[in-house]
């Protein structure tokens, strides 16, 4: 039986859920495909999902962590926090103040007695290249600081790396950055086994190979990737404009499932 009557969503675009199905103007996202499953089996069972997108981990503990402090409810809550990727993907990332910063938001968030749940990221996007070598290098020991703080408070983790084919096209939207439905399907399913929930005991069975994309159509994809995220991305940067200004969080209430 599951013993979880309230779930508490923290984090950034991963948690809010773009790249899923939308629902007037909202994306659905693996959050709430957990929230709806145990809800199935819990009776007025809570859920608040406070991500916003494009947020620095700085915004997620000042802006997000105040308001989750209001409704956790001991261990009966499950409170999940994914933040910092934004930080480690900016040029001017510096992880000695970053990696400090995730591991006293973490212990702040385990003194409430909730059960929390943690992320890892993918470190391996590419087969190779300088690229992938500094993604390797950021993210490899952004993930090993997860991990640590993590056996400290006793915290679950989801860890991106036991599932490789999580960053196969066949998860990835077509920005190259956040999951499409099947992704986040998969990851919702991830979670609950990890939090001892019924999933689909088949969630992450053997794939059949997806075809190989030939020149033409690689290179079509590849420039459309370029003009439609990879600019629009670079632009945002130079003048300080985050994909999440203006927005607010889809669920600050408590929404009742059951």
């Known amino acids: ?42 009776s007025d069972f809570s859920f608040y999902n406070l991500a916003i997108r494009g947020k620095l981990l700085s ?85 090993n600081n997860v991990r640590a703080i993590a056996a400290e408070v006793g915290a679950i983790v989801a860890d991106a790396n036991l599932d490789p084919d999580i960053a196969s096209r066949r998860f990835l939207d077509a920005d190259r950055l956040h999951l499409n439905p099947a992704g986040h399907a998969r990851v919702a399913e991830s979670v609950l086994q990890l939090i001892g929930a019924d999933f689909d005991p088949n969630w992450n069975a053997p794939l059949v190979p997806l075809p190989e994309l030939g020149k033409l159509e690689s290179a079509r994809i590849e420039m459309n990737w370029i003009i439609t995220f990879l600019i629009p991305w670079i632009s945002r940067r130079i003048r300080g404009i985050s994909s999440g200004d203006g927005r607010v969080a889809k669920h600050r209430e408590p929404i009742t499932l059951s």
């Open 59 to 143: 915004q997620v503990i000042e802006d997000q962590i105040p308001e989750a402090m209001k409704w956790i409810e001991g261990p009966t809550t499950l409170l999940s926090f994914h933040a910092g990727a934004n930080d480690v993907l900016r040029p001017g990332y510096v992880p000695e103040v970053v990696l400090p910063q995730y591991r006293e938001a973490v212990r702040k968030l385990a003194a409430t007695g909730a059960q929390l749940l943690l992320f890892t990221a993918i470190e391996r996007v590419a087969k190779s290249g300088k690229m992938q070598e500094l993604w390797h290098q950021r993210f490899s020991t952004f993930n």
């Open 1 to 42: 039986m599951i013993r979880y009557s309230r779930f508490i969503a923290l984090g950034d675009s991963f948690t809010e859920g773009v790249g899923d199905i939308q629902f007037d103007g909202q994306f659905k996202g693996w959050a709430d495909r957990v929230a709806e499953r145990v809800a199935l089996k819990k």
